[in-house]
T-cell receptor
Framework: GQNIDQPTEMTATEGAIVQINCTYQ??????LFWYQQHAGEAPTFLSY??LDGLEEKGRFSSFLSRSKGYSYLLLKELQMKDSASYLC??????????WGAGTKLIIKP | ETGVTQTPRHLVMGMTNKKSLKCEQH?????MYWYKQSAKKPLELMFV???????ENNSVPSRFSPECPNSSHLFLHLHTLQPEDSALYLC?????????????FGPGTRLTVL
């Protein structure tokens, strides 16, 4: 079957670095997405990886290893506004997104 | 603003009511989606419309009925719902055929079934 695993909740300190891991199993693979969702709001796109390696975008970076079925989202210089849920989603061979349950990130001062 | 709007934002209904959720996208996309989001669960894809044709129906109960009159509008008609249908219903759109088919989400309708 198809499955996405990511931690339910993580806590980090303002100004620090946090890494949110995601493992996936899908029927075919057409890329890995990360979305951010603040409470009561729509998910918003953060990153897309389809090739192995690290993609950097400001304070956020995303890494993919296709052979390991593994990705992570790295957030640097954490700010209070980064408190949100982070959703990992893998695109299968039918170009449909298979979603994880999300990781709730709590930032403490 | 993501270019996808949903109304109403909140809805409380009884199990015998009939209501409709509306979604509109202003991004010129050719695909639209309905998702159900329950607490601590993955997003569940309900329906997909691609060029106004329904291409996915993920074993959704018939008490949920989608309608896509054109590529910009999507409705979800609700009738005789159950309390377990209470959830956040998200609409999304994307441009199929573009690089990676990024989905843009609306703010959702928070549905409570009494």
């Amino acid at each position: 079957g198809q499955n996405i695993d990511q931690p339910t909740e993580m806590t980090a300190t303002e100004g620090a670095i946090v890494q949110i891991n995601c493992t996936y199993q899908t029927s075919g693979f057409n890329g890995l997405f990360w979305y951010q969702q603040h409470a009561g709001e729509a998910p918003t796109f953060l990153s897309y990886n389809v090739l192995d390696g690290l993609e950097e975008k400001g304070r956020f970076s995303s890494f993919l290893s296709r052979s390991k079925g593994y990705s992570y989202l790295l957030l640097k210089e954490l700010q209070m506004k980064d408190s949100a849920s982070y959703l990992c989603a893998a695109m299968d061979s039918n170009y449909q997104l298979i979603w994880g349950a999300g990781t709730k990130l709590i930032i403490k001062p | 603003e993501t270019g996808v709007t949903q109304t109403p934002r909140h809805l409380v209904m009884g199990m015998t009511n009939k209501k409709s959720l509306k979604c509109e996208q202003h991004l010129g996309h050719n695909a639209m989606y309905w998702y159900k989001q329950s607490a601590k669960k993955p997003l569940e894809l309900m329906f997909v419309y691609n060029f106004k044709e329904q291409t996915e129906n993920n074993s959704v109960p018939s008490r949920f009925s989608p309608e896509c009159p054109n590529s910009s509008h999507l409705f979800l008609h609700l009738h005789t719902l159950q309390p377990e249908d209470s959830a956040l219903y998200l609409c999304a759109s994307s441009q199929v055929g573009r690089d990676y088919n990024e989905q843009f989400f609306g703010p959702g309708t928070r549905l409570t079934v009494l």
